[in-house]
């Protein structure tokens, strides 16, 4: 008989290698213990950084949170900056989400789901353009989220909320048929009815 040869599996990732996953990429057990001096997700099995986000994105992002919580119907949970678990080797931190939280444990949640998301929100900013609009919608609705929102500063710098449903069949998103995009307000039945006004979300 031949020698088999094998190599050891890699272990956890410390500050020191997390940049050198092995061919089969890290597992979210391997590094969420990282202490890091950014914010990350793990793509396919790689960390990847995410950028600095301007005032105006936050501002965007918290106030979309609040007026989520303030019209949300039961049994909907809302939370922001919370990862989401893909799978093991992909884990995402959507800028608000709205979920389902019967039968989650919160006291030991680590992250919650995708399979118990109703609405991903993500507010666009320059460092995550082709994240927020291709790929991450990509993923979504790969994983059957009914719903997705894109926040972005339009040509004229004024906020525009693109509104996405879900094709079952086809797993992927069409633009919401009676209101693609909100402009001066967002008005909404789904997952549950929300009207905001553009200048309660953005003060200018």
Not at 91 to 111: A, G, S
Request: with cysteine; charged share 25%; net charge negative.
């Amino acid at each position: 008989m031949g020698v088999v040869m094998t190599t050891p599996q890699q272990g956890r990732a410390t500050e020191d290698t997390w940049m050198f996953p092995s061919a089969d990429g890290w597992t979210f057990g391997q590094v969420k213990h990282l202490e890091l001096p950014f914010d990350w997700e793990l793509v396919d099995g790689r960390i990847a950084v995410r950028g600095q986000t301007k005032f105006w994105h936050n501002r965007v992002r918290n106030r979309l949170l609040i007026a989520l919580e303030a019209a949300r119907a039961e049994p909907y949970e809302v939370v922001t900056e919370q990862c989401v678990m893909v799978d093991d080797q992909n884990i995402n931190k959507p800028d608000v989400i709205v979920f389902d939280p019967r039968k989650l444990n919160f006291l030991e949640l680590e992250c919650v789901p995708v399979e118990k998301l109703a609405l991903v929100v993500e507010v666009v900013s320059p460092g995550s353009r082709q994240d927020d609009r291709v790929r991450k919608p990509a993923l979504f609705a790969a994983n059957k989220v009914p719903y997705h929102w894109r926040g972005e500063l339009d040509r004229d710098q004024k906020l525009a909320v693109h509104e996405y449903w879900l094709n079952a069949d086809t797993r992927s998103y069409f633009p919401a048929p009676s209101h693609p995009v909100h402009h001066d307000k967002l008005v909404t039945e789904l997952p549950f009815p929300i009207e905001i006004d553009r200048d309660a979300l953005v003060g200018f």
